[in-house]
């Protein structure tokens, strides 16, 4: 085994590791600290379950090496926390439309959400439709995560004009 000291930010904490340099991004995620949220894809890149924000850019986890993601900013499902301790309105939004089935896909779905509202914080739904195109659900339709991200879209605008004032 060849091993390298790497260091992480995972959900806005330090995080300095030695690990395989064959690891995966989301074997270190899951097994290194433990962040279970993020699910393994069956087939490596297959679903998008294991979609992770690196730098803030969506990325399949099973297709990246943990050492590939050294020194860099990683947020994860467990991220959604708010700093109130109240939950943040894109797993809200998830919670109150989409009625899970097994949710092996959602991790990875709030994910590529989040990666779209905060490069397009007010995206019709052909957008929204696009920014998820990469993860799939195999027990439901889309149209319920469609709607739950239009509807997280608006409470975080209008969480921001109130912010504004
Ligand atoms: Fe089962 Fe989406 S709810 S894969």
């Known amino acids: 085994m060849v091993a390298r000291h ?21 074997d270190a995620i899951r097994e290194t600290f433990g ?3 993020t699910q393994r894809c069956g087939l490596a890149g297959c679903s998008g379950a294991c ?5 803030d ?5 099973c297709l990246m090496l943990a050492v590939s993601a050294d020194r ?12 109130d301790g109240d939950l943040h309105p894109l797993p809200r939004a998830f919670i109150e ?16 959400a989040m990666a779209l509202l905060e490069s397009n914080p007010r995206p019709t739904r052909e957008d929204v439709r696009r920014g998820l195109a990469g993860n799939i659900c195999r027990c439901t339709g889309y149209s ?16 921001r004009e109130v912010n504004a004032r």
């Open 57 to 61: 850019w969506p990325v399949f986890s």
């Open 6 to 26: 790497v260091r992480f930010k995972i959900n806005g904490r330090e995080r300095d590791v030695v690990i395989d340099t064959r690891l995966l991004l989301v």
């Open 72 to 83: 860099a900013s990683i947020r994860t499902v467990e991220g959604f926390r708010c700093d």
């Open 144 to 159: 319920n995560v469609i709607d739950a991200v239009m509807t997280a879209a608006q409470h975080m605008h209008a969480a």
């Open 35 to 37: 962040l279970t949220g």
């Open 51 to 55: 979609t992770v924000l690196v730098n």
């Open 97 to 112: 439309h989409c009625p899970s089935q097994c949710g092996h896909c959602t991790p990875g779905m709030l994910m590529s």
